[in-house]
């Protein structure tokens, strides 16, 4: 069976620089990789994802994160936060030609200090 | 269009009573998926319905937990005789599945259980 670990729980960063949350998962198999966004009050959102080829995916609003298999990792990074950045992130794994079922970390609670 | 909904936002029910849990998918999605979020846990799947084809039941943690789907629309989560480690977010999810594709699943705003 497929897992996740974010270790971080919590990541606090001042406006303006950058960050980086940690995704590794485990699998045996072929694996899509997700990361999902849940702003305060609100639903969870997909924010990107990887399904093949270039291993460096992005998002409209300027996260980027890095399919690396040797290390079995996909980290969520952004070179300048906002306080709009504010939010939950969830990343979250699907094995290739399974249901589609999605294997989610704990989650990494990202506060943005002005 | 509409997103994904359910109802109700919140429930609070007592210890050994049973709750239905309601999700209503974005119309034309043919797969749907319940999942759970306990406090302080990442979501947990639990069910997947995909067309005709007979659900996943894999992540159901007990036999007090059942969910049913009509068709391509609606389905109803139900757990019986509720415990208090039942309380959790409960969020149903829809997507457009095809075998060996992986579509986005949309989520509704969960539904919030507590069991006093």
């Known amino acids: 069976a497929q897992s996740v670990t974010q270790l971080d729980s919590q990541v606090p960063v001042f406006e303006e620089a950058p960050v980086e949350l940690r995704c590794n998962y485990s699998?045996?198999?072929?694996?899509?990789l997700f990361w999902y966004v849940q702003y305060p009050n609100q639903g969870l959102q997909l924010l990107l994802k990887y399904l093949s080829g270039s291993t460096l995916v992005e998002s409209i609003n300027g996260f980027e994160a890095e399919f690396n298999k040797s290390q079995t990792s996909f980290h969520l990074r952004k070179p300048s936060v906002h306080i709009s950045d504010t939010a939950e992130y969830f990343c979250?794994?699907?094995?290739?030609?399974?249901?589609?079922?999605?294997?989610f970390g704990t989650g990494t609670r990202l506060t943005i200090i002005p | 269009g509409a997103g994904v909904s359910q109802s109700p936002s919140n429930k609070v029910t007592e210890k050994g009573k049973d709750v239905e849990l309601r999700c209503d998918p974005i119309?034309?999605?043919?797969?749907l998926y319940w999942y759970r979020q306990r406090l302080g846990q990442g979501l947990e799947f639990l069910i997947y319905f995909q067309g005709n084809s007979a659900p996943d039941k894999s992540g159901l943690p007990s036999d007090r937990f059942s969910a049913e789907r009509t068709g391509e629309s609606v389905s109803t989560l139900t757990i019986q005789r509720t415990q208090q480690e039942d309380s959790a977010v409960y969020l149903c999810?829809?997507?457009?599945?095809?075998?060996?594709?992986?579509?986005?699943?949309?989520f509704g705003p969960g539904t919030r259980l507590t069991v006093t």
């Open positions: 979250a794994v699907s094995i290739h030609f399974g249901n589609e079922k999605l294997t």
């Open positions: 699998s045996s198999v072929s694996v899509y």
């Open positions: 999810a829809s997507s457009l599945a095809g075998r060996g594709l992986m579509y986005e699943q949309y």
């Open positions: 119309s034309g999605h043919t797969a």
